[in-house]
């Protein structure tokens, strides 16, 4: 019996003893590149890939480096190694042909990929239409430049067929347009070559609209030319491999380096299933045309996600073949194993392969789900922008008509219908914000209660308080927005109050905020050309415009956009739709604060003038300054004037002469001003400097030593940054 359980364990054993050892590969496969390079290595990995799932194919790459006569001699040393099939991507036309033919005629199975060549003895033919590729790179380069513009173009090896057909289609699709290719540069596939042929072009950059290169490398080279020669503009790069991964073709256009790019497919899994199917004798097809598509920034994101997506596999699976092939190369270096060992070593196979495969799940599971909410969040932010927009185009203006004669005196009937278009615009309008909140946040959707019934008498056209009015010079207001009717109807309210200027998107609104330097913008987020993020960051960074406060007036209304606003240097952040009286209510009382602050340290004499000459508006200000605030920041401002000239100033001193801590004093400072007690120390230096400038004779060193500043240099540039001019040019 012992013997018996012996003898049957030993049986049990021999299957896992037998396939330690080594197998002998069932097929050998040669593969000869022409050249070495990202989309070269993309492709042989996934012949490897594919390997991995057939036993026993053995692959053995070579790469000629974009030399024929090594491509030669590298197709000569894989027949003489023994291959059973041979996979070449020819350098040229003619060159290598006779090595194809010499593989062939020994028996041996050839699959041409990618590159054609002069040779007919080869079994099966795949590639790309290189015609087709630089026809439709033609026309998308014609409708870019709108039928009209200069074009240099890069090309690839010469006489190799993809650079010729990819030049054939590139030409035919640019005639019957007013496109014209004005430099043909050599750039062999490399971007090196490309890079200096185009750095030792001597033609005039600056008339290049776009450059086409014959792959992305190229057109990378010739950027990085472009960009060095410092030439007046940059055209648009656009070229043809669309490779996914790091540095590849579609990040290079999602990123704004390319304009444009054609995926040329690698398929290096389809070529291995060709080539087991000539091997053991299954149907296959002699020529095969790979499909292909253009890479835009319109689509690159969406590319690069799922191209993110099937690396993430592809690498997970390749770990795990590392990790079986791992455990066999261990188990054939431990032959000599008793059988309790190999049924532990089972057992904890299985367990790992278990743990792994559980916490691959819980990975991947967890990736979809951040990959949907990603995606949910995009969604329903576009969303809300669409819904939000329209519904303040509608709620504003109905709430102003409500205020006309014609619908005050309409019939009972006219203004009860109305009143029911109101109401249901505002339920409307709430039900879509909760909806919208309730999606985004993942939870459920709230009830929302049938509103009141809306008395038209008690609808108001937003007013400014005539108490709270800046002044009657009517301060001016920069509106940035696409959205025409959102330019309107702020314009509508405005400009009873403002002087109104428009732009429609973030660069218009840049160039006439520096060129009007208006008191206050108000400006939409999502907008083509720049955003309104980006917008307000160059408006606070810019020396003339920095002081201007913005107000974003968006649809993005979720915590983080506000958080985004915020960091942009955005001094109020409004969500659609938004009610008009708060947004003027909120333009006011930035205005009164700007003025406020400039008031608090300027020319007294001016003040007196403006007392005399608005009597109303002064005892108004003169009730006001009896508050607790008022007296606070005047009693302030009286020590600092007094002790200008003192360098040694700070905010220790002029704490302890008010009565609170250092911490106590920037806090309400800056509650009440927007600014720290430094920054108004320096505001009330440089006031105090520009006025002795104005009135007197004394040297711009005089005025900064007067005035405590310790470096004259120093005083001209906080002076030239506050003002925008120089002190010596007064």
């Not at 890079?195 to 080279?221: P, Q």
Request: net charge negative.
């Amino acid at each position: 019996m012992t013997v018996l359980k012996r003898a049957l364990l030993l049986i049990l054993c021999l299957p896992i003893l037998w396939s330690c050892q080594e197998p002998k590969p069932k097929y050998v496969i040669g593969v000869s590149q022409c050249s070495e390079d990202i989309w070269r290595a993309w492709q042989n990995s996934e012949m490897q890939m594919e390997a991995n799932f057939h036993q026993g194919v053995e692959l053995r790459f070579t790469a000629a480096h974009d030399n024929s006569d090594t491509q030669i001699h590298q197709i000569d040393s894989l027949v003489s190694s023994g291959i059973d099939l041979l996979i070449v991507a020819p350098n040229q036309l003619t060159n290598v042909s006779p090595a194809i033919d010499r593989a062939f005629d020994k028996g041996i199975p050839v699959i041409v990929f990618e590159r054609k060549t002069d040779a007919q003895k080869y079994t099966a033919f795949v590639s790309a239409d290189n015609y087709e590729m630089g026809h439709e790179m033609g026309e998308y380069v014609v409708s870019r430049l709108h039928g009209k513009g200069t074009v240099m173009e890069i090309l690839g090896l010469k006489g190799s067929s993809p650079a010729d057909d990819r030049h054939r289609g590139f030409n035919d699709a640019l005639k019957g347009s007013e496109v014209q290719v004005v430099a043909t540069i050599q750039g062999n596939w490399t971007e090196d070559v490309a890079y200096n042929a185009v750095k030792a072009y001597r033609g005039d950059l600056s008339s290049i609209d776009l450059v086409f290169g014959h792959n992305d490398r190229s057109a990378i080279g010739a950027r990085k030319a472009f960009v060095e020669r410092k030439s007046e503009k940059l055209p648009l790069f656009c070229g043809i491999d669309g490779l996914p991964g790091e540095n590849g073709g579609i990040q290079l256009v999602r990123d704004s380096l390319l304009d444009a790019s054609y995926i040329y497919p690698t398929r290096g899994d389809y070529l291995l299933y060709l080539a087991l199917n000539i091997l053991e004798g299954r149907p296959y097809q002699e020529e095969t045309m790979l499909t292909s598509a253009l890479v835009t920034r319109d689509n690159a994101n969406v590319l690069l996600l799922e191209s993110d997506e099937v690396m993430r596999q592809t690498q997970r699976l390749e770990r795990l073949n590392q990790q079986a092939s791992g455990y066999l190369q261990q188990l054939a270096n431990e032959r000599v194993i008793n059988i309790l060992a190999v049924v532990l070593v089972i057992l904890l196979l299985i367990m790992l392969v278990v743990i792994y495969i559980y916490f691959l799940q819980r990975a991947r599971i967890s990736e979809e789900r951040n990959k949907m909410e990603r995606e949910q969040l995009d969604f329903y932010t576009q969303v809300s922008h669409e819904l939000r927009t329209p519904l303040t185009l509608i709620e504003g203006p109905l709430a102003q008509l409500a205020e006309t004669n014609d619908i005050q005196n309409a019939s009972a009937e006219a203004s009860g219908l109305f009143s029911i278009v109101l109401r249901n615009t505002r339920h409307l309008s709430q039900l879509i914000s909760k909806m919208l909140d309730a999606q985004v946040r993942h939870s459920s959707l709230v009830s929302i209660q049938e509103s009141e019934p809306i008395n038209l008498s008690q609808t108001k056209i937003p007013t400014l308080d005539t108490n709270d009015d800046i002044d009657s010079t009517h301060p001016t207001i920069l509106i940035v927005d696409d959205n025409a009717d959102i330019r309107a109807y702020l314009s509508n309210i405005l400009k009873p109050h403002y002087q109104v200027n428009e732009a429609a998107d973030g660069q218009q609104g840049l160039n006439l905020a520096n060129e009007i330097v208006p008191d206050l913008i108000v400006s939409d987020v999502m907008m083509p050309v720049m955003n309104g993020l980006e917008f307000c960051q160059r408006v606070k960074n810019g020396t003339a415009t920095s002081h201007i406060p913005v107000i974003l007036l968006t649809a993005r209304a979720l915590d983080e956009h506000q958080v985004e606003g915020y960091e942009s240097g955005a001094d109020a952040y409004i969500t659609k739709p938004f009610s008009a009286e708060v947004l003027l209510a909120r333009i006011n009382n930035l205005l009164k604060n700007r003025r406020r602050l400039k008031n608090l340290f300027g020319n007294k004499e001016e003040e007196k003038k403006e007392e005399k000459s608005k009597e109303v508006e002064n005892n108004e200000e003169e009730a006001k300054f009896t508050t607790q605030e008022s007296a606070f920041l005047l009693k302030f401002r009286d020590f600092i004037e007094k002790n200008l000239a003192d360098s040694d100033l700070s905010v220790e001193t002029v704490g302890a002469e008010l009565g609170l801590s250092r911490v106590q004093l920037y806090r309400k400072v800056k509650a009440l001003t927007g600014l720290s007690p430094v920054e108004l120390l320096r505001t009330a230096r440089l006031q105090k400097g520009r006025q002795i400038l104005e009135t007197t004779g004394k040297s711009v060193s005089e005025v900064a030593y007067e005035v405590g500043f310790t470096a004259p240099s120093y005083f001209t540039k906080c002076f030239k940054d506050e003002f925008g001019i120089s002190p010596s040019d007064l």
